[in-house]
C-alpha cells in the first residue's frame, strides 16, 4: 500500500489484532496466504526470541511469513541450536531461511562466525541451513573511516569468493551512513564501484535510504540487478520520520515493487529495528499491508 492510499487506522488496528490473537489462540492461520513468501528478519523479535524461540517463529508462521531472515551467528550456533537442529525447527513450522545478517568481527576480533574470525565456518553452517545470501549486516561507528571502507572492500570481495564456492551469494546492507560523505567520498558509491558486481550485492533497506534521501528506484537504475534483497518498512509521517509499520507510514512501496526486475529483487523481509507497539502486532500490520500489493 503507498502513502497515499488512507488507511482507517482504527478500524485497520481492530482487524489486525484479532487476527493475531486468533491465530496465537488456536494455532491456525487465520490469514489470507497470498501467493509470494514474505520474509521477516528476526531481528525485529530479538527480545521474543531468547525467551522462546519455538514458540516466537510458530507465531511468525501463524501470521503467514514463509521465510526468516537470520542474525546472531556465532561459533556454529544460530540461536542456541546447530545448523541441523535449527533446520529441523524451521522446516516443522513451514520456514526457510534463504538469507542471514553478519558482521566484519572488527570490533569483536574473538567473536567467531565472522567475515574475520572463522568465516569458512559460518559459509559451511550457512550452506548446510539452506541459506542462498549471507550479509554484512552493519559496520560500527569505529569502522566508518575513509579507509576502513577501503578495507571493508578488499575484505567483502574476499568474503564473497568464499561464499561463490559454497553456492553463496555475498550482499551489505546499508542504513543511512553509507549516504554521509567522508572526506568528500560517498562510501555506498565506493562500495558498489569497489567490489566486483557479480561477487558483492546488495541488501536495499528501503527505510534507511528514503531516510537518507535516496530514491530506491534510482538506486536500481543507476545499478540494475545490483538489489536481490530488500529490507521493508515504512517511515512515520511525522518530524522525526521514525520507524512504522508497511502501509501506516510515507514510503511508496508499490512504486518501488514496481521496478522490481530492475533491482533484480529475489527476496524481501519486513524490519523493524524499533517498533511502537508489541512486535507481533506490527509485524501481522505490515504483513496485511503487503499482503495486498502487487508483488
Known sequence: MNGSQKISRKNFL???????????????????????????????????LPKDLEGTLKKVAEI?????ELFGYSDGKFFGKTPAQFGALLKSLGLTAPSGHYT???????????????????????????????????????????????????????????????????????????????DGMLPYDMILKGTDPKLVKMELDLYWASFAEQDPVALFKKHPGRFPLWHIKDMAKTPKREFSEVGLGSINFQRIFDAKKTAGMTHYFVEQDVCQRPPLESIAISYRNLSKLSV
Request: with cysteine.
Open 104 to 182: 566484519t568481527g572488527n570490533t569483536m576480533p574473538k567473536m567467531k562466525g565472522t567475515l574475520t574470525n572463522d568465516w569458512k565456518r559460518a559459509v559451511d553452517d550457512a550452506a548446510a541451513l539452506g541459506q542462498k545470501y549471507m550479509v554484512c549486516a552493519y559496520l560500527f561507528p569505529e569502522e566508518r573511516k575513509l579507509d576502513d571502507y577501503k578495507r571493508h572492500i578488499e575484505l567483502f570481495n574476499k568474503s564473497a569468493e568464499t561464499c561463490k564456492a559454497a553456492g553463496i551469494q555475498f550482499a551489505y546492507h546499508n542504513h543511512d551512513f553509507e549516504f554521509k560523505k567522508v
Open 14 to 48: 481492530k482487524t489486525s489484532a484479532l487476527a493475531v490473537a486468533a491465530a496465537m489462540g488456536s494455532g491456525v492461520d487465520v490469514l489470507a496466504k497470498p501467493a509470494k513468501s514474505i520474509g521477516i528478519q528476526l531481528y525485529t523479535l530479538r527480545d521474543l
Open 64 to 68: 503467514g511469513y514463509k521465510e526468516v
